[in-house]
């Protein structure tokens, strides 16, 4: 059975605004299924989205910001235990970049207060991932069976 991501979902997954999502839906660039007044998405309809350069884009910079904001010790709550893991991974053949791609999508998911990106340049895969001990541990841990 196919898992299907609600509107709240890819903006949690992306950091992106509701208003973000629904002009990348008037513009074509992420493709969903209305259910009643309800948006759903594939991960394929997802995987689509990540791969549209001007979406990239906007990640990476967002991403960044992030990744400073870690640094400086200014993130939203203080009283989380927050991690800043940044995964370099050489050469994966197409299947194992899908499977990661989904797998980061289906954890991501799953935890709150988190960000996640993801690239690929000249044979390189760079993850970035900002979050709790369990949301790193889950990761890391998906990522070795992956990897093996």
Do not use: P
Request: proline share 0%; glycine share 4%.
């Amino acid at each position: 059975m196919e898992h299907y991501y609600t509107l709240k979902d890819v903006m949690d997954i992306t950091k992106l605004s509701e208003r973000t999502i629904r002009r990348y839906l008037k513009q074509g660039k992420l493709i969903g299924n209305k259910v009643g007044k309800e948006w759903r998405f594939t991960e394929e309809n997802l995987k689509n989205l990540f791969s549209n350069i001007d979406f990239a884009s906007q990640i990476s910079s967002l991403s960044n910001e992030k990744v400073k904001q870690f640094i400086e010790g200014n993130y939203e709550k203080k009283e989380d235990h927050r991690m800043l893991s940044i995964f370099d991974i050489d050469q994966l053949s197409r299947s194992e970049l899908h499977d990661v791609k989904m797998m980061l999508m289906r954890i991501s998911n799953q935890h709150k207060n988190i960000d996640m990106k993801f690239n690929t340049k000249e044979n390189k895969t760079r993850i970035t991932l900002i979050g709790n001990i369990d949301y790193i541990s889950e990761c890391v841990t998906e990522l070795k069976k992956i990897m093996s």
